[in-house]
């Protein structure tokens, strides 16, 4: 399985400012998601991040708020812009699957709270 | 529009006390149902995932089944160690995006 990497583990952030996560993964995988996981709730994806394409957004998320960087095969960063309190979540990378598992592997996420 | 509903949202076993968790689906062309493991503070941990209506797999104490509607998760004489959120997604035959249940929270008292 793939191991995954998130940083920052946590952190609290003021209204207005601009949080980026960063994912690294111990092997080159082609495709990488962002999730996110409000309290309490399970787990809505934001976009697919593909290495040399840009990324494709699911419904109610757009690029301004949640741009996405997939600068190679082992690396992703997503940024939560112009934060509110709405924003506080948890949020997951995700990688996989690979051409020989149909599985996803998930990072610890980060654990942003926004005052 | 693809949706999971999992039920119950949460669980209260005795240790050695077995039960099922069920998530019910409907999607577009499934290619395949997932189960996953998510404790406080982590991610999801994959479980299994299952293809066909009639398929099972097996785990330890966990048996995951599948029909053309829903799958269910059971777990037989579990152990505190069991206690956990576990999450149920889809995914489509079209693509690779995984579309979540809500989760069942599972606490097994010794």
């Known amino acids: 399985s793939a191991v995954i990497s998130q940083k920052p583990s946590r952190d609290i952030c003021q209204r207005g400012t601009s949080l980026t996560i960063q994912c690294q993964v111990d092997s080159q995988v082609t495709m990488m998601f962002w999730y996110r996981q409000q309290p309490g709730q399970s787990l809505t994806l934001i976009a697919t991040a593909n290495q040399g394409s840009e990324a494709t957004y699911e419904s109610g998320f757009v690029i301004d708020k949640f741009p996405i960087s997939r600068p190679n095969l082992t690396f992703s960063t997503l940024t939560v812009s112009n934060m509110s309190p709405e924003d506080s979540s948890i949020y997951l990378c995700?990688?996989?699957?690979?051409?020989?598992?149909?599985?996803?592997?998930f990072g610890a996420g980060t654990r942003l709270s926004v005052l | 529009e693809d949706q999971v509903t999992q039920s119950p949202e949460a669980l209260r076993l005795q240790e050695g006390e077995s039960s099922s968790l069920n998530c019910s689906y409907t999607?577009?062309?499934?290619?395949?149902l997932f189960w996953y493991r998510q404790d406080p503070g982590k991610g999801p941990e994959f479980l299994f995932t299952l293809y066909s209506a009639g398929e099972e797999k097996e785990k330890e104490r966990l048996k995951a089944t599948l029909t053309k509607k829903e799958s269910f998760l059971h777990i037989t004489a579990p152990k505190p160690e069991d206690s956990a959120t576990y999450l149920c997604a889809v995914q489509q035959s079209a693509g690779n995006k995984l579309t979540f249940g809500g989760g069942t929270r599972v606490l097994v008292k010794p």
């Open positions: 995700s990688v996989g699957p690979s051409l020989t598992k149909n599985i996803q592997y």
């Open positions: 999607v577009s062309g499934l290619r395949g």
